[in-house]
C-alpha cells in the first residue's frame, strides 16, 4: 500500500485525528495481543463508512471493523489494511416511543412487565448500557452487562451469557453491507444461532439495534447483575488478560471441562497459558504472542480429540 497516499485519504473522509498509521492492536484487544495495523480508524459517521468502503474497495485495500477487541486474537504480523473501529459518535442509546415518565424520572417501576424498546448503536460498550438500563429499572439486558464488548460484537456473535442471548431480546437490527447499503433486518431474518449471525456470514456491518426491555425494579436489575458479577470473578480468570472463552461449547460437552480432563489446566506455550482457574479460558500472563496462543490452542484441540474424539472449534475470530 502506498501509505503516505492512503494516510492522506483517509485522514480525508475521517479526519486526522481519527486515523493512526502503524497502530498496535495489542492495545485495542482484551487479549493485549497483536502486531500493528496499517491504519487504525475510528468511524464516526454513517457517510464515512459509506465513502471509505467504495474507496477501499476501488483500491482493493482490505478491512475489517472491529467492536471493542474482546473476542480477537491478531496475529504478530498485524494487519495489512484498514482496521475500522466505530467511534464515539455510534455509542449511545434511546427510547423509541415515549420513555415511560414515572420510569425514566423516579427510576421505579409502576408497571411491571410493560415492554420498553431501546435503540442502541453499535458501538455502545455492553457494560455501560447495562448500567443505564438498570438506572431505567429495565430488565432483560444484565445477562449482557459483564461482557465486555460492544453491542456490535454481541449482534454479530450472538453473544450470551448465564441463560441468555441477544437474540432474546433483539427486535431488529440496522446493518451495512459491503457495497454501503443500509437496511434492517427483523429478529428472524438475522438468523441467529449458537455465537452466529446472518451478519458474520455474509459480513454486514451491525450499526444499531432495537431491543426490547421490560419494566422491573431498579433493585432487582441492580441485584441480578452484581449476582452475574460475582459469579464471573469467581469462576473467572478476570485478572488476566483474555479474549474470554476460547472455543465453542460442542454439542454435548462443555469445552472447559474436556480441556480439564484431558489434564491441561495451566498447560502452556511460551506466555500462553490454560488458565487454572477456567480451562475453557487461555490467558496471556505476561509476554504472550499470537503464536504462543495458535500453538497452544492446537496443541489442546490435538490432545481433547485424542482423548474423547471430540473436535474443539475456535469461539475466538483471528485477525490478519
Ligand atoms: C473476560 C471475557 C469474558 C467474556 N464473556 C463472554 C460471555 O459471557 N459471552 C459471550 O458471548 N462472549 C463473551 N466474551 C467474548 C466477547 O466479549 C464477545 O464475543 C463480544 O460480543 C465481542 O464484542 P466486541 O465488540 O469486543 O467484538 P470484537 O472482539 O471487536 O469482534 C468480534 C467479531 O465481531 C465483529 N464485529 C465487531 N463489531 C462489529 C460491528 N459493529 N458490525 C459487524 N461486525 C462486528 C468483528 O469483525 C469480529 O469478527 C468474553 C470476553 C472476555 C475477554
Known sequence: MEQNKEMDRLAEIFGKENVLKD??????????IGGAADFFVKVQTISQLQEAMRYLKKEQIP???????????????????????????????????????????????????QIVMVRAKAGSLLGRLGK????????????ASGIPGTLGG?????????????KDILVRATLMD??????????????????????????YIVLEADLALHVSSKEEVLAKMAELSAQRRLKQPLEYPSAGSTFKRPEG??????????GLKGFS????????????????TGNATAADVIALTDAVRDKVFEKYGVKLELEIKQLG
Open 23 to 32: 497502530e498496535p492492536m495489542s492495545r485495542h484487544t482484551t487479549f493485549r
Open 132 to 143: 443505564e438500563f438498570a438506572e431505567y429499572s429495565l430488565s432483560g439486558f444484565e445477562f
Open 63 to 113: 478491512f475489517y471493523i472491529v467492536g471493542n477487541g474482546s473476542n480477537l486474537l491478531v496475529r504478530d504480523e498485524g494487519v495489512r489494511g484498514v482496521v475500522l473501529q466505530l467511534g464515539e459518535r455510534f455509542s449511545g442509546y434511546e427510547f423509541l416511543h415515549e420513555t415511560p415518565g414515572s420510569v425514566a424520572q423516579s427510576g421505579t417501576a409502576v408497571d411491571k412487565n
Open 253 to 262: 460437552y462443555f469445552a472447559g471441562k474436556l480441556i480439564s480432563d484431558a
Open 269 to 284: 506455550v511460551g506466555g500462553a497459558q490454560v488458565s487454572e482457574k477456567h480451562a475453557g479460558f487461555v490467558i496471556n
Open 154 to 166: 454481541a449482534v454479530y456473535m450472538n453473544a450470551g451469557a448465564y441463560g441468555g442471548e441477544i
Open 178 to 203: 459491503m457495497d454501503g447499503s443500509l437496511f434492517e433486518f427483523t429478529n428472524q431474518q438475522m438468523q441467529f444461532g449458537y455465537r452466529k449471525s446472518i451478519a458474520a456470514e455474509k459480513n
